[in-house]
């Protein structure tokens, strides 16, 4: 079991983790995405080095949420939110398939219908992850009995 201090350590951990994907994902939406068009005929190589740069980042925060126990000491703390607590670790595989045929689409045959079909794909996924992350930081606030927001 977490001690007090471990609690907000690995809180403090995550928090900071969610705010490197976000600073990420903002990335992304203001440098590459709104000049999906202009890249009409060449294959948008840089996006997609970013785009697995987001995926090696999100494979790695999900692997320490279901590996590293935060989630479920949050949960045996607080066994309400065992439904909650599935859900999101549920998210984890759809999310990154989803990153993964955005990757997929850079490979394509780039014109202004596959840049506009991209660019409305990545806009879902990167409001998805933020209600992902935003959903586990509240797992962690119930659990822990503390504010996430403490880094």
Same mark, same amino acid.
Do not use: Y
């Given at each position: ?27 992304? =939406?203001?440098?590459?995405? /709104? ?13 997609? $080095? ?8 999100? %494979? ?5 949420? =279901? ?5 479920? =000491? ?8 065992? $439904? =909650? %607590?599935?859900? *999101? $670790?549920?998210?984890? /595989? ?7 045929? *955005? ?7 780039? !014109? ?5 079909? %991209? ?16 959903? $586990? ?11 996430? !927001?403490?880094?």
């Amino acid at each position: 079991m977490f001690t007090s201090d471990d609690s907000h350590t690995w809180l403090r951990h995550l928090q900071i983790q969610h705010r490197s994907i976000n600073d990420r994902l903002l990335r992304l =939406e203001n440098e590459r995405i /709104p000049s999906l068009e202009a890249l009409v005929g060449r294959p948008p190589s840089l996006l997609l $080095e970013d785009l697995q740069e987001l995926r090696t980042e999100l %494979v790695q925060h999900f692997q320490q949420e =279901e590996e590293g126990g935060c989630l479920e =000491e949050a949960l045996s703390r607080c066994p309400s939110l065992c $439904e =909650e %607590v599935r859900r *999101i $670790e549920g998210e984890h /595989p759809q999310l990154l398939q989803d990153l993964d045929q *955005i990757m997929d689409s850079t490979q394509k045959q780039w !014109d202004c219908e596959e840049a506009s079909r %991209v660019k409305e794909a990545f806009q879902n996924l990167a409001h998805r992850i933020r209600a992902h992350e935003a959903a $586990e930081s509240r797992i962690l606030i119930q659990g822990f009995g503390t504010h996430a !927001d403490t880094a």
